[in-house]
């Protein structure tokens, strides 16, 4: 082979040939600019169609964190003032809801460090729950897992504060009495003041707690959905309670932290050394259950029906006409042919994508915002990684589908059977997610290239808070780089199965 010939047959040489091809098909440009058009006016339609209210109905806002960020502060708490540093110790028992339902997987009790009573002071907590065993929480996002407790096993915990350090102590037996020889260190935690600032008060509530989150069931089946989520109630018992350090001399204190009038007030009785104490509510983060960035790009589950049947005609229309003889006979290494073409089409998409997503980011967020009301979703801007994640991902699967569909189009050779699979593929699942049963629609989300749209997801994920991740709304079992992960895993397999094929087949 010539200098030349060889010159010809470069890789960066195809890709000039396949961007010449591109560009001067002018509907393919027009079709092009169509797919950010569909894509920004139906993320609009979505935003102009959505209404914005406060996560409260338009009632008071809840209490937030030192972050300023939404959480849940309601529990049943016996406590005293603790003023500079001090431990408490207590044998807990495995919290149980006190009537016939079941109980909450979440349902905590155990012993507590709190700047005050107040919903959304900071805290250092150490629990027994119901299913998860001993842990250590704080700062209402922040999580520690101590010991995997059985079932029905009471477990000795005990907290130790010292100035705004507070330290969690685990034991099956309490041994010794306070011998630390016998306790685990579950882990320390810092507590922040009112802020992320400024240092923990001097004097803190110190005390036992129980918190029941609401219980959740859900009927899901083709075509039907029913999720009832109630408050629930359940109780504790604590033996052996001590209080060391300069605490008030005054008994033990009950307070409904956070009351909240649909919820059953908690209770405290004593039985000489021994307490039981009933509670409702929960201690944790509270995301919103709307994400903000997949309304956004909403429009980009109909875009990419335009930018794939642009993959599957920049190979087929070459079929079609019987040009693609001409270009393997220029170009003999079909492999290279087609990679170039799949280069071309997928940086061309990426760049649509990319314009599309972050235009409909600038018109749609405002909007969804509610002109600075408080939504119901969290107000995330570009600048965050989750949002700007979200964008650049969403241009990412834009690209990942038509180099899909250039795959399909060079395996089968023809446009309307390549097209009729990608709407098979890629829409039929997106239109049937909301019918299916929950576990059928995850596995769906999962398995197939739809799990590329799961880059979009943007609100954080807590193990400590259960919580119903619903596909109408957007939600995705998996990780946001797992899903995108998938889809190009479907890209390379179907474009080297094509490879495969044009290596063993005539043109």
């Not at 997801?457 to 998996?478: K, M, S």
Request: hydrophobic share 45%.
């Amino acid at each position: 082979m010539s200098l030349l010939t060889a010159r010809r047959d470069g890789f960066v040489s195809l890709l000039h040939a396949e961007w010449t091809k591109w560009r001067t098909v002018r509907r393919w440009g027009i079709t092009l600019l169509g797919a950010v058009l569909v894509t920004v006016l139906v993320s609009l339609f979505s935003a102009l169609s959505s209404t914005a209210e406060t996560a409260h109905g338009g009632g008071p806002p809840g209490p937030t964190g030192g972050e300023g960020q939404p959480v849940r502060d309601g529990f049943s708490f016996a406590h005293r003032t603790l003023t500079g540093d001090g431990s408490i110790t207590a044998r807990v028992s495995v919290p149980a809801a006190t009537g016939s339902g079941a109980t909450p997987e979440w349902a905590k009790a155990g012993v507590m460090v709190k700047e005050s009573t107040r919903p959304g002071a900071d805290y250092a907590a150490l629990m027994l729950t119901a299913r998860h065993g001993v842990r250590l929480q704080s700062g209402f996002v922040r999580d520690v897992a101590g010991s995997a407790a059985s079932p029905g096993d009471a477990r000795w915990l005990r907290l130790t504060r010292k100035g705004s350090t507070v330290t969690g102590y685990e034991s099956p037996d309490g041994r010794d009495g306070r011998d630390r020889r016998h306790w685990k260190k579950v882990g320390t935690v810092d507590l922040d003041g009112a802020d992320s600032t400024t240092p923990a008060p001097d004097a803190v509530a110190v005390g036992f707690f129980v918190a029941s989150p609401d219980v959740q069931s859900r009927e899901r089946e083709f075509g039907s959905a029913s999720i009832d989520q109630r408050p629930s109630v359940s109780a504790a018992r604590f033996e052996d309670v001590a209080l060391d350090g300069r605490a008030a001399p005054a008994a033990w204190r009950h307070t409904d932290v956070g009351g909240d009038p649909a919820r059953a007030s908690g209770e405290l009785r004593r039985a000489g050394a021994a307490f039981t104490l009933s509670g409702s509510g929960d201690i944790g983060p509270a995301p919103p259950p709307n994400d903000l960035a997949v309304m956004v790009l909403d429009g980009a589950q109909l875009g990419l029906v335009l930018l794939a049947a642009l993959g599957v005609l920049f190979v087929t229309a070459e079929y079609r006409r019987g040009m693609i003889r001409t270009t393997f006979a220029l170009s003999p290494r079909r492999g290279r042919v087609l990679a170039a073409k799949a280069v071309v089409i997928g940086a061309v998409s990426f760049a649509a994508g990319l314009v599309a997503a972050f235009v409909a980011y600038l018109l749609c967020a405002p909007r969804l915002r509610g002109d600075d009301t408080p939504p119901l979703f969290g107000d995330i801007s570009l600048g965050d990684g989750p949002m700007l994640r979200a964008v650049i991902g969403t241009a990412a699967v834009l690209a990942l589908v038509p180099v899909l569909a250039l795959g399909l189009g060079a395996l089968l050779r023809g446009t309307a059977a390549a097209i009729t699979v990608v709407v098979v593929v890629f829409v039929l699942p997106l239109i049937l997610l909301s019918t299916l049963p929950l576990d059928l629609a995850h596995a769906v989300q999962r398995l197939t290239p739809v799990a590329g749209f799961a880059v979009q997801n943007t609100l954080p994920r807590y193990e400590q808070v259960a919580t119903v991740c619903l596909p109408e709304e957007g939600c995705y079992p998996q990780g946001p780089w797992t899903g995108l992960a998938t889809l190009a895993a479907y890209a390379v397999v179907v474009l080297g199965a094509a490879v495969w094929r044009l290596r063993r087949r005539d043109a």
